[in-house]
């Protein structure tokens, strides 16, 4: 990559680090840019966060730049971790002393030790994001790359300054970080790289989950999410931290009939998801469909291999895979579970017959989500059979028009009981409970059904019908 120290110095010639470059210049600091910020710059990518690193008092600069921003900005400083954070208007700048040593090699927490500049890029996770440009004004834009981050940029690898061994030992969230900079550039991990996170694997183990599932998300919400989960998968990393999709493996066979291995099934699927949508809980959805195939997985005879109830069983295992991920256990869980235990629906809508009253009954179930699980049920089609694929996409597109039709005619999707619970309770003076249940659930499913229209009065003369039936008289007339 030809960049003259000019393209950088026009990049970062903005009054924020015009500021800080004075800032250092007059505390006789070296300072520079380094991270995330200088990769992105190279990749010619947005970067939200900024990353300073002082060589001696990072804090103390960051007291003197958030003096000179002075009103709309906040300071917050981390004195046992040595770091400082300004927040100016929307930007987060970074502030941190360099360090010979960032982590201690038993734990996570780090320790302040003075360094060099290369002390501290050497200390860092991948040569990509070790690279650094000078903020003094006599070197102001000098790129500093000791470890080569930008020959590794060029050639798509993904490699730690350091031997691979010490870098992971002091943070193993990096071997998580690795897999993900892997997927969200589409970049390789550099060979011994590699396999220092086959050697180091169980380390994961000591990080906070919240961490790991913080990078697992990044992967999931990568262009091509399979890339990340298959080096999780031969990096020995996924049995430790999701051994359920390490489970999906494997393609039995029996009597000549195999099926399908659902690991690289369910990747394809996150992957066709990924191309649909940026949305992380339908992409969560994707990954966790077939889920429940390992533990419902039978050999019958007469059908070969079934699966039968695997989207009912999938929706009850996700509340203990979001507990133990310390995932959100809240209406977000509660959409990845409809959408897997729906996922089926469509398809078997199109294996019988399409009626009206089942696509009443997927639209009242689906409710708004409908779009999104007609998107995830078009995504699970796999087949390298373009017959069958076709004939699938086909069916779904019946379906589809179907579900308009029907919506636009009963208006299910967002189903409310065109007779209230109250008018019944008036009606017989009865107080809620049982009977009023019995009654409101017998309306429903005649609408569903397509007995009766989903209106008020129609409704009402079948509500009176079915309380006959059951003995109860109206104690007034309407
Ligand atoms: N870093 C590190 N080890 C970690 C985390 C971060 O060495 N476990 C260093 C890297 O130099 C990184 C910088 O700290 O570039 C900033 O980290 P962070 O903001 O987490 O990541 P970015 O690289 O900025 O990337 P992203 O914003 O995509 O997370």
Redesign the pocket.
Same mark, same amino acid.
């Given at each position: 990559m030809n960049i003259s120290q000019e393209e950088i110095q026009a990049y970062i010639d903005t009054p924020l680090f015009r500021l800080i470059s004075r800032a250092a210049d007059e505390m006789q600091l070296e300072c520079y840019l380094?991270?995330?910020?200088v %990769?992105d710059f190279f990749l010619c990518r947005p970067?939200?966060?900024v990353?300073v690193v002082a060589i001696g008092k990072g804090i103390e600069l960051a007291e003197s730049v958030a003096r000179k921003l002075g009103r709309h900005t906040r300071l917050t400083l981390f004195k046992n971790f040595g770091t400082a954070q300004i927040k100016h208007k929307d930007v987060e700048i970074?502030f941190v002393g360099a360090r010979k040593e960032?982590y201690r090699s038993d734990s996570r927490k780090p320790i302040v030790e003075d360094g060099t500049l290369e002390d501290d890029q050497r200390?860092?996770?991948?040569t990509i994001?070790?690279m650094a440009f000078c903020l003094n004004r006599d070197r102001f834009g000098q790129l500093l790359d000791p470890f080569n981050g930008l020959q590794d940029l060029e050639d798509l690898i993904i490699r730690t300054p350091l031997d691979p061994d010490i870098t992971f030992s002091d943070?193993p969230? %990096?071997m998580m970080?690795a897999v993900r900079f892997a997927a969200?550039l589409g970049f390789d991990i550099y060979p011994d790289t590699f396999d220092a996170i086959v050697r180091n694997r169980e380390r994961i183990g000591i990080v906070s989950m919240e961490r790991v599932t913080d990078e697992l998300n990044?992967i999931i919400l990568s262009p091509k999410p399979s890339i990340g989960f298959i080096l999780l998968e031969k990096t020995g990393l996924l049995e430790i931290i999701f051994p359920e999709l390490i489970a999906l493996k494997g393609a039995e066979t029996k009597e000549g009939v195999g099926h399908k291995d659902n690991f690289y099934h369910t990747l394809s699927v996150l992957d066709n998801i990924a191309r649909q949508t940026d949305h992380l809980w339908l992409r969560w959805a994707a990954l966790l469909h077939d889920i429940a195939k390992p533990v419902t997985k039978r050999w019958d005879p007469k059908q070969g291999w079934t699966f039968h109830n695997h989207d009912f069983i999938g929706e009850k295992m996700i509340p203990a895979i979001f507990r133990r991920m310390k995932l959100p256990q809240n209406e977000k869980m509660k959409y990845v579970q409809k959408l897997v235990s729906l996922h089926m629906r469509p398809m078997q809508l199109v294996e019988d017959e399409v009626t009206d009253s089942a696509i009443r009954r997927l639209l009242f179930d689906a409710g708004d989500d409908i779009e999104e699980l007609m998107t995830l049920c078009e995504a699970d089609i796999t087949s390298k059979n373009p017959e069958k694929v076709r004939r699938f996409l086909g069916n779904f597109r019946i379906v589809r028009r179907k579900l308009q039709e029907i919506e636009e005619k009963d208006r299910v999707r967002n189903f409310q009981p065109p007779v209230d619970g109250n008018e019944i309770m008036e009606l017989f003076a009865l107080p809620q409970g049982r009977v009023i249940g019995l009654l409101k659930a017998a309306i429903k499913e005649a609408i569903l059904d397509g007995e009766i229209p989903n209106e008020h009065d129609a409704a009402y003369r079948f509500m009176l019908e079915k309380a006959e039936e059951m003995g109860l008289t109206p104690v007034k007339e309407r």
């Open positions: 380094i991270g995330g910020f %990769r970067s939200k966060d990353d970074e960032s200390r860092r996770d991948f994001n070790a943070d969230l %990096r970080r969200q990044k």
